[in-house]
Every structure is written in structure tokens, then in C-alpha cells.
């Protein structure tokens, strides 16, 4: 029996999915809530829109910062939104949301 290889997934390979798969908006639903809202990468963030129509920018660094803290938490409770400073950003949630979407079964690196 062979050993199964998980693909790594680096951030900066994460950034430019996110610059490929949302060149076009397209709508996602957060984790923890049935609430819906769309993203979309352009001029280098993430713009968000909520259901609410707030629009909510997310930078790069923000990302990044993200990234590597949901990198160092265990798998199972990476994209439980209490393991994270609250104060780190306000767009935590659509920030979790998009990293489970597009990290789906890699190891985040």
C-alpha cells in the first residue's frame, strides 16, 4: 500500500488562486452562519460584499497574517473563528471561509 501525498499549499500559491479563481465575483456562505456573500480579487485584496451590501476590502498582509496563524492551529480547529485574536480583523470570517474553499484537502505551508 502506497503512502497518500497531501498536495502543500503555500500562501503566496493561495494568493494567486485567489487572483485567478475571483478575477470574476463569485459567492461563497460563512462557516459558522448560513449568511451568503461574494468576493472578488481585484486592484491586489479581496473585496467582499456582504449580504447586507457592506463592502469590506481585505489586503494581502491581512491574508497573509491569517495564513500563517490558521497554518499553526490543528487541522480540525483551523477555521474556528474563537482560536483567532478577535481583534486581528473584522473580516475574519469571509478570510476563514475563502482559505477552507481554496485550501480544501492541502496542507496549508
Not at 66 to 78: G, H, L, P, Q, V
Not at 82 to 94: A, C, D, P, V
Request: charged share 25%; proline share 1%.
Amino acid at each position: 500500500m502506497g503512502i497518500d501525498i497531501v498536495p502543500q499549499l503555500k500562501f503566496d500559491e493561495f494568493w494567486s488562486l485567489l487572483a485567478t479563481e475571483l478575477a470574476s465575483s463569485k459567492k461563497f456562505s460563512l462557516l459558522s452562519q448560513s449568511k451568503e456573500f461574494e468576493a472578488k480579487y481585484s486592484g491586489g485584496r479581496i473585496l467582499v460584499t456582504t449580504s447586507s451590501n457592506s463592502l469590506w476590502a481585505i489586503e494581502r498582509s491581512t491574508m497573509h497574517e491569517i495564513w500563517d496563524k490558521a497554518s499553526a492551529i490543528e487541522e480540525t480547529r483551523r477555521y474556528v473563528g474563537t482560536n483567532y485574536n478577535q481583534s486581528t480583523t473584522r473580516t475574519l470570517s469571509y478570510i476563514l471561509t475563502l482559505i477552507k474553499h481554496f485550501v480544501a484537502n492541502r496542507k496549508m505551508e
